[in-house]
């Protein structure tokens, strides 16, 4: 057992939990954040997508001990209250989804592109970026607008902030 | 996965202490082949020692002649580095390649080249690029280092620190992905040298993991084009093959890919 401390979504979390614990397991059983699913549970589904200080990462493939002072963001960080963060937003308009198991993970990689790539992203990128998340029902079609649309409208808070 | 203790020594010293002193101990660095193997339980170390805090492991340098990754540094990292981008562009593109955006931003260099496993990327620039593997005991190069599937010149409890890269006149890789797995069914690195010699490094194809492809060499030093592959073959008994890709499959691919990465040298981008 160790005793490690996590920031998750902002708010340090205090555990005693044992070596073997998983991230996704500690975010979702420790802590009851459900948000973060378990798809394959082998690193490929990309359903368990996390930012571990700021990084997308798949939470079932890191050790919850080796966490241990990071900061973590869970898809129940990202809206500012009722109102949904504009990834979130985009995949309702776009309605990116349809099962809605691989959500929380489109959503958290998304974000981690479009941060990564200050927005500026075509549906080429998105698709080959999107390549550690899997949808088993949408054929990505509209995962790919919203990803396109939350791209533009990031950019254009960008220019917007800039001009100010 | 069965239970284990955790240790994240700040030394390179503690964790060979540790290693030496602890019951069925196995190092850990980016977990992403690790974990998994626990997690099915094909492995069950008693004690995991984490070499990611460890000084000396992390960093990328680089100067004229040479580019030097510590261990512990992430796909994602030597993908975006200025340094590796501008000395050796296949080896940014190359590690850009690997896995997932995900599986770049905890997977390691020095992972990768511990593990050798016969369908990871790192060890065909490893191999082509003629590098020096620097251990905490000694340095081991290239064509010594690589022993076969998942078998390294590593002893037991010897911690790869760094890879020293000369930096090539020119260097191109080319893989073809398996659709489903995303791992190279067969991947080539290919190498000229500041002398002018040719390496061209195989991976994910062979049955005894990676290799030099020689005749490919001899023709590439004598004329670096992709028409001087003309009507080279390999032979497929040295193939791995299975239900993703049979023997002679891959011996094709193993051409293909010779004569794409000769067709991309200098490029980041990796289809």
Same mark, same amino acid.
């Given at each position: 057992?160790?005793? /490690?401390? /996590? #920031?998750?979504?902002?708010?340090?979390?205090?555990? $005693?939990?044992?070596?073997?614990?998983?991230?996704?397991?500690?975010?979702?059983?420790?802590?009851?954040?459900?948000?973060?699913? @378990?798809?394959? $549970?082998?690193?490929?589904?990309?359903?368990? #997508?996390?930012?571990?200080?700021?990084?997308?990462?798949?939470?079932? #493939?890191?050790?919850? @001990?080796?966490? $241990?002072?990071?900061?973590?963001?869970?898809?129940?960080?990202?809206?500012?209250?009722?109102?949904?963060?504009?990834?979130?937003?985009?995949?309702?308009?776009?309605?990116?989804?349809?099962?809605?198991?691989?959500?929380?993970?489109?959503?958290?990689?998304?974000?981690?592109? /479009?941060?990564?790539?200050?927005?500026?992203?075509?549906?080429?990128?998105?698709?080959?970026?999107?390549?550690?998340?899997?949808?088993?029902?949408?054929?990505?079609?509209?995962? @790919?607008?919203?990803?396109?649309?939350?791209?533009?409208?990031?950019?254009?808070?960008?220019?917007?902030?800039?001009?100010? | 996965?069965?239970?284990?203790? !955790?240790?994240?020594?700040?030394?390179?010293?503690?964790?060979?202490? &540790? !290693?030496?002193?602890?019951?069925? =101990?196995?190092?850990?660095?980016?977990?992403?082949?690790?974990? =998994?193997?626990?997690?099915?339980?094909?492995?069950?170390?008693?004690?995991?020692?984490?070499?990611?805090?460890? =000084?000396?492991?992390?960093?990328?340098?680089?100067?004229? +002649?040479?580019?030097?990754?510590?261990?512990?540094?992430?796909?994602?990292?030597?993908?975006?580095?200025?340094?590796?981008?501008?000395?050796?562009?296949?080896?940014?593109?190359?590690?850009?390649?690997?896995?997932?955006?995900?599986?770049?931003?905890?997977?390691?260099?020095?992972?990768?080249?511990?593990?050798?496993?016969?369908?990871?990327?790192?060890?065909?620039?490893?191999?082509?690029?003629?590098?020096?593997?620097?251990? +905490?005991?000694?340095?081991?190069?290239? +064509?010594?280092?690589?022993?076969?599937? !998942?078998?390294?010149? &590593?002893?037991?409890?010897?911690?790869?620190?760094?890879?020293?890269?000369?930096? =090539?006149?020119?260097?191109?890789?080319?893989?073809?992905?398996?659709?489903?797995?995303? !791992?190279?069914?067969?991947?080539?690195?290919?190498?000229?040298?500041?002398?002018?010699?040719?390496?061209?490094?195989?991976?994910?194809?062979?049955?005894?993991?990676?290799?030099?492809?020689?005749?490919?060499? *001899?023709?590439?030093?004598?004329?670096?084009?992709?028409?001087?592959? *003309?009507? &080279?073959?390999?032979?497929?008994?040295?193939?791995?093959?299975?239900?993703?890709?049979?023997?002679?499959?891959?011996?094709?691919?193993?051409?293909?890919?010779?004569?794409?990465?000769?067709?991309?040298?200098?490029?980041?981008?990796?289809?």
């Amino acid at each position: 057992m160790s005793r /490690i401390t /996590i #920031t998750v979504n902002g708010t340090p979390h205090t555990k $005693d939990v044992e070596d073997r614990t998983l991230l996704a397991q500690f975010i979702r059983e420790h802590l009851g954040l459900t948000g973060t699913h @378990v798809g394959c $549970d082998t690193t490929q589904c990309g359903a368990c #997508t996390i930012h571990l200080n700021g990084k997308a990462v798949k939470s079932c #493939t890191v050790l919850a @001990v080796a966490a $241990d002072g990071s900061e973590v963001t869970t898809i129940e960080g990202l809206a500012d209250g009722e109102k949904l963060h504009p990834v979130q937003q985009a995949f309702h308009v776009h309605h990116g989804l349809q099962c809605g198991f691989c959500t929380p993970g489109m959503i958290m990689a998304s974000v981690d592109m /479009i941060r990564r790539h200050d927005g500026v992203l075509d549906e080429e990128t998105v698709r080959h970026e999107l390549e550690g998340n899997l949808c088993r029902c949408t054929g990505y079609h509209n995962i @790919v607008k919203a990803v396109l649309d939350a791209a533009a409208k990031h950019r254009a808070a960008q220019s917007a902030a800039a001009a100010e | 996965m069965y239970e284990t203790a !955790y240790h994240k020594p700040k030394s390179l010293a503690e964790a060979v202490r &540790l !290693y030496n002193t602890l019951e069925e =101990p196995s190092y850990l660095s980016g977990g992403h082949t690790l974990i =998994p193997t626990l997690k099915s339980r094909l492995a069950a170390p008693r004690h995991l020692i984490d070499l990611r805090a460890i =000084p000396e492991l992390s960093g990328i340098e680089a100067n004229r +002649d040479k580019v030097v990754i510590g261990g512990a540094t992430e796909h994602a990292a030597v993908a975006a580095s200025k340094q590796v981008r501008t000395a050796i562009p296949a080896l940014a593109g190359l590690a850009g390649s690997i896995g997932d955006v995900q599986v770049r931003h905890m997977g390691t260099i020095g992972g990768s080249t511990a593990n050798n496993d016969p369908a990871a990327d790192y060890p065909s620039a490893v191999l082509s690029l003629d590098a020096v593997i620097h251990t +905490d005991r000694r340095e081991i190069p290239a +064509d010594d280092y690589f022993q076969g599937l !998942y078998t390294t010149a &590593l002893e037991p409890g010897e911690i790869l620190v760094r890879i020293e890269f000369e930096i =090539p006149e020119i260097a191109g890789y080319a893989k073809l992905r398996n659709p489903a797995s995303r !791992y190279s069914l067969a991947a080539a690195f290919v190498s000229r040298h500041r002398d002018g010699h040719v390496r061209v490094a195989i991976t994910g194809a062979g049955n005894d993991g990676v290799f030099r492809w020689t005749e490919a060499e *001899e023709r590439l030093t004598n004329n670096l084009a992709a028409e001087a592959l *003309e009507g &080279l073959t390999i032979d497929p008994s040295r193939m791995m093959g299975d239900i993703h890709a049979p023997a002679d499959y891959r011996a094709h691919l193993v051409a293909v890919m010779t004569r794409r990465a000769v067709e991309n040298l200098g490029g980041t981008h990796i289809l």
